[in-house]
Each structure stands twice: as structure tokens, then as C-alpha cells.
């Protein structure tokens, strides 16, 4: 088996390539490394570096190897960056997605996983949120993976290809073997910002907005291990592979926790103090995104082996303490 995956050297993609590479899949990653990193892909991936809007370069890969699936991972992913510079959002995740696409097509290689987001149903009218509630994606950010998902529903009925779209919700945690972690600049998650107040990297955490509709009146999201999210991929691929018809699936626990539990979680675990700082609101938040994963659970066998909130934090802190990687 060969795959190519694109953002292999990110965060999620990185846990990916490492999960592939274990169960003897012979990997390809394809990064900028503009965000990614060199050291994060393992030692047994070939790396490429390179554009994934380079279609010269797709066309050497896709001759050099026979890829039986390519798995995306290579985007932006800041909400306010994609209402500020939305062209910057549709370059990289809508069109550069398009060349990845042709590319596959020229090739012949029809399965295709992408990584999408919670973020292309915009403010939820019900929770936990199914995979039809409506679509309504409230920043460029949320457009652009929904964009892609429209796409790929048109391609398959026009070329065959054949795709798994996955939701995540929050994706959250580290390898438990600590060799990969979270490590965007700049930091953005709450997680990995709250044990940086941990480990004294960081003065304090901020937590944007404390009237929200919830019980402790910050906001509540459904953090998914990564190492979670891996297993869905292996599985989606297996079920591409074996002839499955294109799905759409939202990747959460289905189970949330605020800001504020985060925050305790993290003190437990840690034994460590974290100053707070209580602020405004964070536009475009919606206060609770709460995922039913029950399509997940029910056509890819997918069971969350690490759903805990503790068990979340304790690799990401595992991670953390290891500073500066
Ligand atoms: N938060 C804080 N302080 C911080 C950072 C975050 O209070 O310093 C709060 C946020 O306001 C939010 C919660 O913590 O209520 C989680 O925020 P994150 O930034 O960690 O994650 P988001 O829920 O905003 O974003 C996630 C994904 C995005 C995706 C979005 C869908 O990371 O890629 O869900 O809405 F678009």
C-alpha cells in the first residue's frame, strides 16, 4: 500500500504519517513546511518538499509512485486570519486543493480523505451536531473546507473518485509516545495555551467571554485526541479501499467541556498553578460544538480509545514538557 499525504509534517498530518508508516504503509509526504516540520515526519516517510499547487511536481510524484490513496492535510486553519485575508484562505485550501485534485485524476487515483472541520456548519441550531444539520459556515475558513466538500461530491458523480470528508471537532493531545505534539506558531488552541500558562512559558490564559448560555458561562467544545482522529483515517482508508461509497463524517466525542473545565482539567494534571485572565468575547465563537459521531462509530467501526478529557491533556502536557522541541 502507498499513500501520499499532503501536510504530512503538521500536526495532525505528522501523527498520521507516523500511524501509517507503523501498520507497514509505504508513505509519501508532500509539505512546505511552512507550517509543518522537518523532524516531525518519521524517519521511515519519504518527505518531498514542495507545493501542493505545483503541478509539476504532483505529475513527477504521481509517475515516480503508484499511490493508491492521497490524504490532505495541508491547509490554514486560523478562523480571524480567513476573515482578515480570506483571498490567502481560497488560495491555499480551495485551489491548491484543485491542483492536488486534477493531479489525481491525471493519475488515476480515486481515494481521496480530507480533513474538513465542525467549522462548515457554522452556528449550530441543535446539539450534539449530526453530519446533516445545515451548512452554513460563518468565516472564509469554514467556506473554503466546504467548498472542497462540494467539489468532491461533484467529481465523484463526474470522475469516480471517491472520497471520506472528515469533521473534526476539536482536535486536541499529543502521541502518547511523546515524539510528535502540537506546534503551531502562533498558538491559537486553547489546550495547548493553557499548558503553556502551565509550564510558565506563558503568563497567563486568557478565556475569551464568561456569558455564554452554559453552565459556567464559557464557552463548550468536544476535544478529540489525535491520536484518535488517526485511527478514523486508517479506518476511512480501509473503507475507501474496500470499495466504500464517499462519506462525510464528524470526528468527535460527543461529549463537551468548557473553557473553564479545560482549565481545572489542566491544573489537576499538571499540579501546576494557571493564572487566568477573564476577557471578552472572541468573535465568532458559538457557544457550544458538541459533534454525533454516531456515522463514524457505525460505518467505520470507529471507537475513541482516548476520549477522556484527562487522558487529552496528560499527552499534551507529556509534550509541553518537552519545550523546546
Ligand atoms: N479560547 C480561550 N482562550 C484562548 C484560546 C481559546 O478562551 O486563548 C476558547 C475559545 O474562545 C473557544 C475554545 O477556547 O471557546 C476553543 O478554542 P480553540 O481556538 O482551541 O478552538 P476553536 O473551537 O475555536 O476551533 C476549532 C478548530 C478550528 C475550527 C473550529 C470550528 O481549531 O480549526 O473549531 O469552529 F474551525
Redesign the pocket.
Known sequence: MKALVVGGAGYIGSHMVKHLCRSGVQVTVLDNLSSGYREAVVASAELVVGSAADANLLASLFARHRFDAVLHFASF???GESVADPAKYYANNVATTLTLLDAMRQADVRHFIFSS???V?GEPSYVPIDETHSKNPI?P??RS?WIVEQVLEDYDRAYGLKSVCLR?????GADPEKELGERHVPE???????LQAASGRREA?????TD?DTPDG????DYIHVADLCDAHALALDYLLAGGASMRFNLGNGQGFS?QE?IDTARRITGRKIAVRY?A??P????R?VADSRLARDVLGWKPKRAELTSIIADAWGWEQKWPW
Do not use: W
Open positions: 486553519i486560523q478562523v472541520t465542525a467549522a456548519y468565516s475558513y469554514g473546507k473534526y471537532f476539536n482536535a486536541a491559537t488552541h486553547l489546550i495547548p495555551l493553557v490564559i486568557s478565556v475569551f467571554g455564554y464559557t464557552c463548550i467544545r473553557v479545560v476577557e468575547r472572541r465568532g465563537d458559538p457557544a460544538l
